[in-house]
């Protein structure tokens, strides 16, 4: 199967989670300064979601970049990916909505690592149909910014129970390491 459909609809599904979040943001009935600030947690909330949102996006981008073309196992992997990724607005929601409560960051930290255990998954599945050898598993090597992820997920989840600021600030830290542009996979491209 060509792969065209499978990054159309991704990226329909991944524009609609941005524009449900952003349709969150609810105007404020003042027109000064002061109706803005209970806003404030919505909006760090959202500028977070955004942040990872574009971060899948891009990275997915990428990602089937240096694939040839995909099978079901590939697409429901896909789907899988999408499934968490669906639920960021919703946690996002939530957590802004209740100024950052233990509870809405612990959750909203769960969707992030069970959306990185999808990522994972959709890689490997890509490579298990490419093979060991192909483009995507050479470039994709070791995936050090996907286990430490997926570690910082594991250390902030509870972390919420005890600082909730804490463990924000770990989301954050993650957000920021995907941030750095890694250019395996457009280095093995041009290779």
């Given at each position: 199967?060509?792969?065209?459909?499978?990054?159309?609809?991704?990226?329909?599904?991944?524009?609609?989670?941005?524009?449900?979040?952003?349709?969150?943001?609810?105007?404020?009935?003042?027109?000064?300064?002061?109706?803005?600030?209970?806003?404030?947690?919505?909006?760090?909330?959202?500028?977070?979601?955004?942040?990872?949102?574009?971060?899948?996006?891009?990275?997915?981008?990428?990602?089937?970049?240096?694939?040839?073309?995909?099978?079901?196992?590939?697409?429901?992997?896909?789907?899988?990916?999408?499934?968490?990724?669906?639920?960021?607005?919703?946690?996002?929601?939530?957590?802004?909505?209740?100024?950052?409560?233990?509870?809405?960051v612990a959750l909203y930290g769960t969707v992030l690592l069970?959306?990185?255990?999808?990522?994972?998954?959709?890689?490997?599945?890509?490579?298990?149909?490419?093979?060991?050898?192909?483009?995507?598993?050479?470039?994709?090597?070791?995936?050090?910014?996907?286990?430490?992820?997926?570690?910082?997920?594991?250390?902030?989840?509870?972390?919420?129970?005890?600082?909730?600021?804490?463990?924000?600030?770990?989301?954050?830290?993650?957000?920021?390491?995907?941030?750095?542009?890694?250019?395996?996979?457009?280095?093995?491209?041009?290779?």
């Open positions: 199967m060509v792969k065209g459909r499978l990054e159309a609809f991704s990226d329909g599904v991944l524009a609609i989670i941005i524009t449900i979040m952003v349709l969150e943001l609810k105007v404020p009935h003042g027109a000064n300064w002061a109706a803005l600030r209970p806003l404030i947690s919505v909006f760090f909330s959202y500028v977070l979601s955004f942040t990872f949102i574009g971060l899948y996006w891009n990275n997915h981008h990428h990602l089937l970049q240096a694939v040839r073309h995909v099978n079901g196992r590939i697409l429901w992997a896909n789907m899988h990916l999408l499934f968490w990724l669906s639920l960021i607005p919703f946690v996002t929601g939530w957590m802004g909505e209740n100024h950052f409560a233990a509870l809405p069970f959306a990185a255990f999808a990522y994972f998954i959709l890689t490997r599945t890509l490579i298990s149909h490419h093979g060991k050898d192909s483009a995507i598993a050479i470039a994709l090597g070791k995936d050090f910014k996907g286990k430490v992820s997926v570690v910082l997920y594991a250390i902030a989840i509870p972390l919420a129970f005890v600082n909730s600021w804490f463990a924000c600030a770990l989301y954050v830290l993650i957000a920021i390491v995907w941030l750095i542009p890694d250019r395996r996979i457009e280095k093995t491209l041009t290779q």
